[in-house]
Nanobody, 126 residues
Framework: QVQLVESGGGLVQAGGSLRLSCAAS???????MAWFRQAPGKERECVGT????????YYADSVKGRFTISRDGAKNTMYLQMNSLKPEDTAVYFC????????????????????WGQGTQVTVSS
């Protein structure tokens, strides 16, 4: 069983930066991981994904060039560096882990992920 705990959210002004962390407990070897977000009244959307090796990453068009996803296997932790934040980035951010596809892929669909964190709030003021 894998447990995921996000941290690093908070309130930041537009143009600022935050780094989110997702600490995993349990075995995650071979797992793909991802960040999703959900704003009030909107569907959950994929922000970015990363394969087990880190060689495959995907980003939503809305965050390309501003957000960077990475992972540290030794610490069993994934990160999301968010720069040039905009008010429309305001949402609850969730990390997720996929136990099946991480050796060769980093899927984009929430349905592909088996484990989820509780989420961390990110609020960007204008």
């Amino acid at each position: 069983q894998v447990q995921l705990v996000e941290s690093g959210g908070g309130l930041v002004q537009a143009g600022g930066s935050l780094r989110l962390s997702c600490a995993a407990s349990g075995r995650t070897s071979g797992y793909a991981m991802a960040w999703f977000r959900q704003a009030p009244g909107k569907e959950r959307e994929c922000v970015g994904t990363i394969s087990w090796s880190g060689s495959i990453t995907y980003y939503a068009d809305s965050v390309k060039g501003r957000f960077t996803i990475s992972r540290d296997g030794a610490k069993n932790t994934m990160y999301l560096q968010m720069n040039s934040l905009k008010p429309e980035d305001t949402a609850v951010y969730f990390c997720a882990a996929d136990r099946t596809r991480g050796w060769h892929d980093a899927p984009l669909r929430s349905i592909d992920y088996d484990y989820w964190g509780q989420g961390t709030q990110v609020t960007v003021s204008s």
